[in-house]
């Protein structure tokens, strides 16, 4: 089956990340690390956490006082750390 595909007007950066991708070695991992990806851009998309702020009114800024927002930009920032290292 022949398949012919539109080039989308795509940035470089796009481009290396959909190469990345499709270079990983084992579908396990390509199927996690889409599942993953699918969940981080949510995460960007919507930005807040879904529980309730201090305030009792669910979360709606990343900069909040809410823990778990929080801890997600933490590990966020560490994992960009250890890419620079890597």
Known sequence: MSQTI????????????IQDLRSLPDA????????????LLFFFRTPRCQGMGIEGFPCGDPRS???????????????AERSKKA
């Open 6 to 17: 539109d080039r989308p007007e795509l940035s470089p950066a796009e481009w290396k990340l």
């Open 28 to 39: 396990a991992l390509r199927d996690r690390m889409q599942t993953s990806l699918g969940e």
């Open 65 to 79: 006082s809410c823990e778990d927002c929080h801890q997600i930009w933490d590990m966020l920032d560490r994992v």
